[in-house]
């Protein structure tokens, strides 16, 4: 059994894991303190991925990263990169999907911190540094960390959009979820089968770490 | 010490403004929900910011619209225990109560300070416990000791009693009173519960719509509150809008008599607390019909009708101690109001 596609699944879903943590984590912060028009607007477009069909995601992808695509066009021209049909464009395709996943969790948590508590530490003379980083990311600790867990496990299982702007080549941009698809199509049921089951363990892990997480949230 | 505080300040439709001195004393802010008197107290802790206007304490400028000053709330030492504590979630108790220990102070020295607060508070055995694993009274206690610890120049505090259950909350107004004794200085303290106010505090302002309506001493305050909604928020719950006869009549148009008093120019209302109203005949004798008799714990409230006044009029409540009532219970009934236990008010 190659296991490529396992690799590229777990370095696809690590990579755009990393980035929306930090993508996630500043508009949470800033959209939480927005004012309410630009807050329910904005709140609309980040959500959205989360709504559509992968294939509609993939779909618009491919418009704008294609290489007949202004974008697509403008990277293969210059810089003499195709942007499709690579291992690393199904990240694209992993973040767009999974940004909304981290964002909301994030927002959650900034929205629900309580400011009394920030306020306190002000008139208790503690610095705003030390508010930041010992009162209210502490807080908001358990809601980021199970957003982030949530948005890694929903990356490595994202199919539609990553096998339209990505597609499948095996040991090039194979990942466990096209491999499965393909073995499936070909009537190799028995390594289906088995990728099928290392998909279901790893996912299993991770669930059981966000609700390891979310019991640690409840009991403080 | 003194605390001089005159501010402005615009926020959810209403405009707040505060002017007030206090000294070496308890001054209770007293106001309904919503009426500005928490912001009042963040606008002093520097945690909200002012429109307009100044906050002095003891000489220093904290916050100067015009001149643009406004001390960090980290800087101004002001002690302020929030409503529902506001203590650190992830935190021991003994590093919630360090987190209030003076910056000057050093390692052992501030750790030392945090302990015998804690002590002092007899709350030293739960040094090492969560808030969340605390009883409401223990964690006030904690609120308590961290604001302390800091040694600060005034205290604020904010609806310090509306988290207890009410068994509680007579032995944490004991002890909150102590520490108010031992502080010795400005105490602020923002409340709707009247009785609270009353023990606690040596002057009270009354606060409505952002205003304070009235302040001076609590026995002034509570004789002559002024206004109808002073009024009620003292505690008065008969009140009727009059019509003024001469200078010695008026008509209570809700209740439907004439009452006899020297009457103070401009009133519009009068009020009469429920256990003012006394039994027999004298000054203001009205007729009554009792409408219902409403039984308390330890007292009884009698609704009672003027005879005389036409339909659609409102009753007047009576307040006694259940034996006085068994001792007069009729269906028709005489009482009095007499002139120097009428509150005269405006507006």
Known sequence: ?220 | MALTVDIEKRFKGFTLWAAFEAGNETLALLGASGCGKSMTLRCIAGVEKPDRGRVVLDGETLFDAEKHINVSPQERRIGMMFQHYALFPQMTVLKNVLCGARRDMKGKAREDAALAMLEAFGILDLKDRLPAQLSGGQQQRVALARMMVGNPRILMLDEPFSALDSHLRFRMEQEVRGVIRRFGKTVLLVSHDRDEVYRMADKVALMNGGMIERIGAKEEVFSDPGTRTGCLLTGCKNVSAVRVIDESRVEALDWGITLNFPVKPGIDAVGVRMHNVLPGPGKNEIRCRVAEVIENPFSVTVMLRPVNAPEGKRAIGWEMEKPVWQSLAAEEITVHLPPESILQLKG
């Open chain 1, 1 to 220: 059994m190659d296991l490529y596609p396992l690799w590229n699944s777990l370095r696809i879903a690590g990579i755009s894991t990393v980035i929306i943590f930090f993508l996630g984590i500043l508009a949470a912060y800033y959209i939480a303190k927005a004012p309410r028009l630009v807050k329910g607007v904005l709140d609309v477009v980040l959500t959205l991925p989360l709504v559509l069909p992968p294939t509609v995601v993939g779909f618009l992808l491919l418009r704008v990263l294609g290489p007949r695509r202004p974008v697509g066009a403008f990277f293969l021209e210059y810089f003499n990169v195709r942007l499709t049909m690579t291992w690393w464009s199904a990240i694209f395709a992993t973040t767009v999907v999974i940004f909304p996943l981290m964002y909301r969790t994030c927002r959650g948590a900034f929205e629900s911190f309580d400011e009394s508590l920030a306020e306190a530490g002000k008139t208790l003379g503690l610095s705003n540094i030390y508010i930041f980083w010992r009162v209210r990311m502490p807080a908001c600790r358990p809601g980021i960390l199970a957003g982030t867990v949530l948005a890694f496990a929903r990356a490595l299982g994202e199919y539609g959009a990553t096998s339209m702007i990505a597609g499948y080549t095996p040991g090039r941009t194979a990942t466990i979820s096209t491999t499965v698809y393909q073995l499936w199509r070909t009537n190799d049921d028995g390594l289906a089968l088995r990728w099928v089951l290392v998909n279901i363990a790893i996912s299993f892990a991770v669930l059981l770490a966000v609700n390891f997480m979310e019991k640690r949230r409840k009991r403080r």
